[in-house]
């Protein structure tokens, strides 16, 4: 076998095992944030009064500050609930696609490499 085929063969052998390391990684990493660190993904920020109107008095421009009402604040709760949850499916698909892809890829030519041996 030439050098430069078995080169080749070791490149895209190890392109492979790195695709199904940092897959496989990336579900690990998915699956304690789900089910044992629940805590990890989630964002803390405080809740700060909105500008709702500008005034003018006389020449003066005031911004009036409105509170969130409960409503408002259980809302933004369940959107970033909902963005949470989205943004581990986006983690999920992209893991299984680089094992999908990884996976083939190594074991074909590791097994092409170990052939030639």
């Known amino acids: 076998m030439s050098k430069l085929k078995l080169i080749y063969l070791y490149i895209f052998s190890s392109v492979g095992l790195i695709l199904i390391i940092i897959g496989g990684v990336s579900l690990i990493n998915l699956g304690l944030k789900t089910y044992i660190f629940t805590k990890a993904d989630q964002d803390y920020y405080y809740r700060i009064p909105v500008a709702q109107k500008i005034i003018i008095e ?10 969130l ?10 959107t970033a609930k909902e963005q949470r949850s989205a943004q581990r499916q986006r983690d999920a ?25």
């Open 58 to 67: 006389d020449g003066v421009e005031k911004a009036v500050e409105k509170e």
């Open 93 to 117: 698909a992209q893991a299984v696609a680089m094992l999908i892809v990884g996976i083939p890829l190594y074991t074909y030519h590791w097994r092409q490499v170990r052939k030639k041996d």
């Open 69 to 78: 009402t409960e409503e408002e604040i259980k809302e933004q709760e369940e």
